[in-house]
Structures are given as structure tokens and as C-alpha cells.
């Protein structure tokens, strides 16, 4: 009798023993098990910040947790993105990351501290589209007019951009790549003081986000000149794309998604993307990201890995061509 226990305990003990690992390996049922951090590696207020904000209550209820943004800013996005890539893989704690840190910065910094191609990519949420845009009262009505007038006198305009190696710095990088227009740089930092200048006609030209740029183009400040994207955008159905403007193939969207450090578990990741997808399908979320001149995208996981790699060749090719290096 004693052996035969001592038969069922080591059969017990076996059967544990394989479930053990199996178990430990499918987190995402048992997720969240604490509050969960968006870490977004820029200053309250910009596009990322505002998308994980509007992202966050409805995921906070669907979790039974509350979500804390973490605004971590500094070195082009590259500090708050490096504490993403170091932080524990069970998913409580994620990136807000964007076209800066995750496709220029690798670009940029010798040694930014991650690896964006090591992230376990879980979704790319939403796009934004950039916008060329003059003052109200500029003389150019179309980009051919712009492009006229910088060949006309090479290198005397100036466009503004919110800092070297920023995603407007890098669109207009691309633009001139594409069209031979000698025009100068002027960075700022940050988007405000470029603002300024354009309207009060110290620059001729801009390209910044479609959310950054429309307060001032309804409050009449601001012409819209061109978007960046493939297609026209609703906010805006009356302006032409810069590819239809004489540039065929333009096309640089910006883009918010989301990640977790390398080594997420498959099942979780899978997890955290269907939620995302709930969540971005309710109708007041869709509504806000419309508002903001957001466009939802809710890719898969592999959809978002694949776009990754391609915006860090796209971008490191525009980055060496124009030979940026960060202030």
C-alpha cells in the first residue's frame, strides 16, 4: 500500500511537473496583475502623450487596472524608450513608440541603448499625417509655387522644424530629396517657437503634424499647402497630397504604436493587441482619434514588425543622404 502511494505521488509530481512550465509560459490569462505603465518618451501634450491618454481609460476598465502614462522625454526619445527595452517582459510595462525613437534614433545616436528590432512589437495603433504649411498671408498658394521660389533664389527661404532629426525635420529632408528644392533649415525646439516664426513670416515653410498644425489653419493662421500622406485626408478632402502636387510616391506618415520589452510571451502579446483592437472599435475612442486627425491603423503584431524594419531602412537612407547628425 505504502509503495503504491509512493507510486501516485511520483505520478503526481510528474504530471506537475510538465504543466508547470506550460502554465508559466501563458501569462495572458492571468494579465494584468498590477497597474500597467505607458512609458511615452516625449513631454506631456504631444501627439503620443494624447493617445495614450485617450487609450487608456477604456483599457484601464477592460484590464480592472488602472494605466499610468509615464512621460519620460529627452534625447529624441531615446531615454524613455531605453527604460521600456529594460523593463521586466510580462507586460506591465510598454512603449508609446513613434517613427523618432524607433525608426530615426538608431540613425541618429551612436549608442541610444536598444535595439528597436529586439522590442516585441504588439501593435501600430494609429497614423499621422504631416502637413505643409505656410502662413496665411505667404505669397504660395501650391508646393510647385514654394519650389519656384527657392530655385529661384537658392537658399534664401528657411523652413522651421521642432528639432534636428525630428519626424518633421526628417519629412521635409525627404521633400527636398525628391524635388532638388535648396532651401535652409532652421531647428527650434519644439514646435511652438517654430509656429510663431512662421506666421510672423521669419520662415516660409513647415512641415509638422496634421493634430499640431489644424487649430491654427481653422483659426486662420496657417495655409495647408500639401499632406504627406498616400491619400488625402478627411479633416482636410479639399487639399491635394504632396504626391499629387508633383511628387509621385510621396508618402511619410508619421505613427504611434505600441511595444513591450524583448521576450514577451507570444499568447501575451497576441493578448494585448485584441484588447487594443476592442478598445480602438468603440465608437468614442474612434471619434477622439478622428477629432485629433489620427488615422486608426490596429495592425497585427507581425504587420507591425514588418513596418518597423521598413521605416528604419526608409529613414536611415534620408538620414545618410542628408547627412544629419543629432544637436
Do not use: C
Not at 488602472?66 to 524613455?80: D, F, M, P, Q, R
Not at 549608442?111 to 499621422?128: H, Q
Not at 519626424?167 to 521633400?175: G, R
Not at 521605416?311 to 544637436?327: F, N, R, Y
Request: proline share 8%.
Amino acid at each position: 500500500m505504502r509503495r503504491r502511494s509512493l507510486h501516485l505521488s511520483l505520478a503526481f509530481a510528474a504530471i506537475a511537473a510538465a504543466a508547470a512550465p506550460a502554465w508559466s509560459q501563458t501569462p495572458a490569462g492571468r494579465y494584468p496583475a498590477k497597474p500597467v505603465t505607458i512609458i511615452v518618451p516625449f513631454t506631456a501634450g504631444q501627439s503620443g502623450d494624447v493617445l495614450a491618454r485617450v487609450l487608456g481609460e477604456p483599457l484601464g476598465k477592460l484590464w480592472g487596472q488602472s494605466l499610468v502614462v509615464e512621460n519620460k522625454g529627452g534625447a529624441g526619445g531615446t531615454l524613455g524608450s531605453k527604460a521600456a527595452a529594460g523593463a521586466a517582459a510580462d507586460g506591465h510595462t510598454l512603449l508609446l513608440g513613434s517613427s523618432g525613437p524607433l525608426a530615426a534614433a538608431p540613425h541618429l545616436y551612436r549608442n541610444p541603448g536598444y535595439d528597436p528590432r529586439e522590442l516585441t512589437p504588439i501593435m501600430n495603433v494609429a497614423g499621422v499625417a504631416q502637413a505643409l504649411v505656410v502662413a496665411a498671408d505667404s505669397p504660395y498658394k501650391t508646393l510647385q509655387d514654394l519650389l519656384a521660389a527657392t530655385k529661384a533664389a537658392p537658399n534664401t527661404l528657411s523652413y522651421g522644424s521642432g528639432g534636428v532629426g525630428s519626424f518633421q525635420h526628417l519629412t521635409f529632408e525627404l521633400l527636398k530629396q525628391r524635388t532638388g528644392m535648396p532651401i535652409k533649415h532652421i531647428p527650434y525646439r519644439g514646435s511652438a517657437p517654430a509656429y510663431t516664426d512662421l506666421i510672423g513670416g521669419q520662415l516660409q515653410a513647415m512641415v509638422d503634424s496634421l493634430p499640431g498644425v489644424l487649430p491654427h489653419v481653422k483659426g486662420g493662421k496657417m495655409r495647408v499647402l500639401a499632406v504627406s500622406t498616400a491619400q488625402r485626408v478627411p479633416q482636410l478632402p479639399d487639399v491635394p497630397t504632396i504626391a499629387e502636387s508633383g511628387v509621385p510616391g510621396f508618402d511619410a506618415l508619421g505613427w504611434l504604436g505600441i511595444a513591450g520589452p524583448k521576450g514577451m510571451d507570444p499568447g501575451l502579446r497576441d493578448r494585448i493587441n485584441a484588447d487594443l483592437k476592442k478598445v480602438l472599435a468603440q465608437e468614442p475612442v474612434k471619434t477622439r482619434l478622428d477629432g485629433l486627425g489620427m488615422m486608426t491603423i490596429a495592425s497585427s503584431a507581425p504587420e507591425f514588425e514588418q513596418f518597423i524594419a521598413s521605416e528604419l531602412a526608409k529613414w536611415g537612407s534620408v538620414i545618410k543622404a542628408a547627412g544629419i547628425q543629432p544637436e
